[in-house]
């Protein structure tokens, strides 16, 4: 839920930004994409405090699954800010690789809470380690380069420096949930 507000707050502040002085559109636009993210986040977090998602196989599933998403509603939302900044073939590059990369996120995320025990869930389940563990040290990396940095204590501070504790405990609570004998026991390890 703190995720899901952090991000809305950052997406607003982007917004506000891109709203302010000579309005930019497309800016505008790239902003709807994180705003949407972040209401899913904090939508899925109400669900897991409420019971609505009970099992902890489906918690790792759809936290996945959102992962996968976001990948490809950024990308969307952000086309047609990309095609004014970076070009035309930048950008259609960016949102193909972003929406083959959110796909192949969905399929993982489908195959996690599958019920099936194959081969194929031990290599997702190491995958899954692997990119939860890199995950938490860049966070940790972000956090020491901002302290380091010496960034001034306003909203900036919030997006830059809470995201990356917040989405560190994420990633550590979603390590321990890969260690849990329940969910060992469904991903086949």
């Given at each position: 839920m703190i995720l899901g507000v952090i991000n809305l707050i950052g997406a607003l502040v982007a917004l506000v930004g891109a709203l302010t002085g000579s309005i930019v559109i497309s800016a505008v636009v790239a902003c709807i994409g994180p705003i949407i993210m972040a209401v899913l986040y904090f939508r899925f977090g109400v669900s897991v405090k409420n019971g609505g998602v009970p099992e902890k196989?489906?918690?790792?599933?759809?936290?996945?699954?959102?992962?996968?998403?976001?990948?490809?509603?950024i990308a969307v939302f952000n086309l047609w800010n990309a095609w004014e900044t970076k070009g035309a073939w930048a950008a259609i590059a960016a949102l193909a690789i972003s929406i083959i990369v959110g796909l192949i996120i969905l399929f993982v995320a489908g195959r996690i809470n599958d019920r099936k025990q194959?081969?194929?869930?031990?290599?997702?389940w190491i995958i899954l380690v692997v990119l939860f563990a890199i995950s938490a040290i860049m966070d940790i990396l972000a956090i020491v380069g901002v302290i380091a940095a010496g960034?001034?204590?306003?909203?900036?501070?919030?997006?830059?420096?809470?995201?990356p504790i917040v989405s560190f405990i994420i990633d550590v609570f979603?390590?321990?949930l890969l260690f849990d004998s329940d969910v060992k026991r469904e991903m086949n390890m």
């Open positions: 196989i489906d918690i790792l599933a759809y936290f996945v699954r959102l992962a996968g998403l976001s990948e490809i509603i194959d081969t194929g869930d031990k290599i997702i960034i001034a204590f306003d909203l900036t501070f919030l997006t830059i420096v809470v995201l979603m390590l321990l």
